[in-house]
């Protein structure tokens, strides 16, 4: 397992820190959040080594494998904090997992959306969920069958709304299943996809702290994170300073919850 883990001596809270859709390895937010006195610990999810090609019913035991990483460092309380994708990833493993004791879900979703790229069979198509669970694929729902026309770089979050608007009810992430603690991060000018629309959905459905700003876009930025680079491909929405003004907002809240 890919993976990168900033140990911070004595820490009772371990943080399994989850990227979008890149998959990558967060070692700069690891270590930002090891400053305050958590251990925190991000791994390659998909793309890496026995893993699927693409995003597509990646096993959510990928990450139950990393939390009994964090408890061998001897943390009592396991935190999941997921960037969008990463963030889908994490309140769902939180209404699975009972160990996890607070989630953060940064541009979260409030369904379970279909895979993006290949599985390990190598085939993108027909479309199937992003996840499984003990080997079975967790209800999903399925993309429009018109993709956006425009650009690069391209907006996808009309076409989220479509998809959300004909979305199945038990691709919703049943949030009300987790005794975790939960706080979203959502910019209303998220233009990849609607993200503090699904963070009000999943409100709806148990208490949850949302923190929110009007000019932010998809990628918000916590103190002392670099700012993130432009897309070519992408409109992720916001601006650099309102996008640091969301996470500089959330920042309380997220030491808060993490006990720092």
Known sequence: ?????????????????????SGRVEEQRCDLLAEHGVTAMSIRWWGGAGQPPGICEVPLETFVAALDLLVETGVSRLAVLGG???????????????????????????????NIGPGLDGASTPYRSSWTWHGKPLPFTPYPAEWPDHGPPMS???FYERGLAAAPPESAIPLERT????????????????????AEALAERREVRIVSHPSAGHRPR?????????????????????????????????LAMLGS
């Open 1 to 21: 397992m890919e993976k990168h883990v900033t140990i911070s001596p004595g820490a009772g809270v371990g943080v399994l820190v989850l990227s979008g859709s």
């Open 84 to 114: 969008s994708k990463g963030a889908e990833a994490a309140l769902m493993l939180a209404c699975l997992e009972p160990r996890v004791n607070v989630v953060i879900a940064v541009s979260p979703s409030s369904v379970v959306w279909a």
């Open 156 to 158: 996808f979050r009309a």
């Open 179 to 198: 005794r975790a603690d939960v706080l979203l991060v959502a910019g209303a000018d998220d233009q990849l996809w609607p993200s503090l629309t699904f």
């Open 222 to 254: 916590f103190p002392g994170e670099s700012p993130a680079q432009p897309s070519p491909s992408f409109l992720y929405g916001g601006s650099a300073d309102a996008d640091a003004a969301l996470g500089a907002a959330a920042w309380p809240h997220v």
